[in-house]
């Protein structure tokens, strides 16, 4: 659809975007986030009508005792919020045995579990370059956003 469109342009407008500390994107709430696996980054925001728009980013430049670090906006993916209310989108996944959380997917389970691991879609970043790639849910996990609070 167009407005779809206009998201993914939006989105991928970030892209090659420098920044430091933080990138606010006016309009979105910044949901989570934080380090993948050295030196990829990833952020999750949220807009009113419930879509999702996440930024992969690279340390370009480490901090100093004068300067904070700088980071280089590598990917976007906008995911539309899920139709289903029991299923959740989430960046912290993983596949298999690893524990390296650089999956991310929309899942839903029970409330009593930690993990949940009816995945219906899922997203790969890349250690390497920070891409995104969407991958097929077998064998990813995501965490019970809501386990412990």
Known sequence: SQEDS??????????????????AVEGWDEIDGGLVAPPIYVHRYQREDGTYLVLTSREAVKATNTAPASYVVVDALIVPKPQK?????????VQGKDETLNFMGEAKGSEEKEWWTDVRRAWE?????????SV?????????ASWGQ
């Open 125 to 133: 970043i890349s250690l390497e370059t920070g891409l995104i790639a």
């Open 136 to 144: 097929q849910p077998k064998g990813i996990r995501c965490t019970n």
């Open 85 to 93: 209310d029991d299923v959740e989108f989430s960046i912290a996944c």
């Open 6 to 23: 206009a998201d993914v342009i939006f989105s991928k407008s970030f892209v090659g975007r420098t920044y430091d500390d933080d990138l």
